[in-house]
Every structure is written in structure tokens, then in C-alpha cells.
């Protein structure tokens, strides 16, 4: 079964602008990740945020994690065609188990 | 460095049919994780390996599917029979010890008509 919840489940937007995407998960968690799928590929590892973490760059990415609220958020600033594609957070729990929500499919317009 | 490879990449049979997956990790990940993947979701987890053993399998169906990793490093998945429903992608990634970023296959896409 899947733990966590992206929202929208559908993104689309112009090149250039920002993409924001959110998660929510149901249990406490180690860490929080987050992969890029393109269409008929595997996925593949963007980012891991660490549950004594609130906020992470990578490049274009930033990730923030809210424990609270059992939230993450991923922007993507400056967005390009080739940012298409489904993003989906993983929470990683005490066992090791890790979790994947149905994922945001993210439309870059150029 | 070769990613996860995994074979076939598509498959086509009939219900009641068995079928075959297999996955060759990257060299010296000792963690190996099944996925399936239905369309619109997120991957769902099957079974975890940590070398020879499966310390993770509360998700699989055993009635009909089986898994299984000789030595520690390849690993085949197999359904019988295949139904229906059982159509979707197949996925395989592997891990380092103690670290979480999983690398992904390319995965395996079963139609069962």
C-alpha cells in the first residue's frame, strides 16, 4: 500500500516558470525522498531530505520538510521542457521500509 | 558503470500463463527491491532482499508469485499463473548497504490478455 499523497496529480506550466509540488505521508519517517520518472523509463533519485532537516538545495531543487505537519514540498524553479515528468515522494520508515506516493505528472510547455 | 538491468522489457501473454522477470543489480548493492507499478501510481513494494534473504515480503502475493535471489546478486520474479490483473510494470532497483537512494531499472512491462 502506499503511504504517502502528491498533490496536484497533474502540473502543467509554462518554461520558465516554477513548479511546486507537495507531499503528505501518514507515519513518522526517517527520511524523505524524491525521484523523477520519464515516461517508460525507471525512476530515478533527485534529492533525500532527513527528518532533523527543513530545507535542501540541489541545482534547480529545493526541497522543504515539515515533520508537523508530515509534509514535503519540492519546487523547481526556472522550469525547462525536459523537467517533464512524474515526481514522486518516498518516505523512508523505522524498518527501513520505504513508501511511494502516486506522484504529481509535472507538463513543462515550452 | 551499467545501471540496474533488467529482462525482459516488455512481455505479452495470456491469463494462466506463467512469466519471468529477471533484474542484475549494480555491482556490490547487497539491497534488491521488486516493485510493480500500475499506471498513474507510484511503485509498490513486493519484496526487499538484503543478499540471499528476503527481509521484506509482506506485500507479495504468494499464491502465485515467487521470488528468489541465488548468491546474493541476481534475482528472479515469477507469477503463476498470470490474471489479468497482474498487468503493469515490473520494476527492479538495488541499493548500498544502509544508504537509501535506490537505483531503478528500466523495468519490465507485462500484458496479460
Known amino acids: 500500500s502506499q503511504q504517502g499523497e502528491e498533490d496536484p496529480q497533474a502540473l502543467s506550466i509554462q518554461e520558465g516558470e516554477n513548479a511546486t509540488m507537495n507531499c503528505s505521508y501518514k507515519?513518522?519517517?526517517?527520511?524523505l525522498q524524491w525521484y523523477r520518472q520519464n515516461s517508460g523509463r525507471g525512476l530515478v533519485h533527485l534529492i533525500l531530505i532527513r527528518s532533523n532537516e527543513r530545507e535542501k538545495h540541489s541545482g534547480r531543487l529545493r526541497v522543504t520538510l515539515d515533520t508537523s505537519k508530515k509534509s514535503s514540498s519540492l519546487l523547481i524553479t526556472a522550469s525547462r521542457a525536459a523537467d517533464t515528468a512524474s515526481y514522486f515522494c518516498?518516505?523512508?520508515?523505522?524498518?527501513?521500509?520505504?513508501?511511494f506516493g502516486a506522484g504529481t505528472r509535472l507538463t513543462v510547455k515550452p | 558503470e551499467a545501471g540496474v538491468v533488467q529482462s525482459p522489457r516488455y512481455k505479452i501473454i495470456e491469463k494462466k500463463q506463467p512469466v519471468a522477470f529477471w533484474c542484475n543489480p549494480i555491482?556490490?548493492?547487497?539491497?534488491l527491491y521488486w516493485y510493480l507499478q500500475n499506471l498513474g501510481q507510484g511503485p509498490e513494494l513486493l519484496i526487499r532482499?538484503?543478499?540471499?534473504?528476503?527481509?521484506?515480503d509482506s506485500q507479495l502475493p504468494k499464491d502465485r508469485f515467487s521470488a528468489e535471489r541465488l548468491k546474493g546478486v541476481d534475482s528472479t520474479l515469477k507469477i503463476q499463473p498470470a490474471e489479468l490483473g497482474d498487468s503493469a510494470v515490473y520494476l527492479c532497483a538495488s541499493s548500498l548497504p544502509n544508504y537509501n537512494e535506490q537505483f531503478f531499472g528500466p523495468g519490465t512491462r507485462l500484458t496479460v490478455l
Open positions: 532482499y538484503e543478499n540471499e534473504e528476503a527481509v521484506d
Open positions: 555491482s556490490g548493492h547487497n539491497t
Open positions: 507515519t513518522s519517517i526517517n527520511n
Open positions: 518516498a518516505g523512508t520508515y523505522n524498518n527501513n521500509d520505504m513508501r
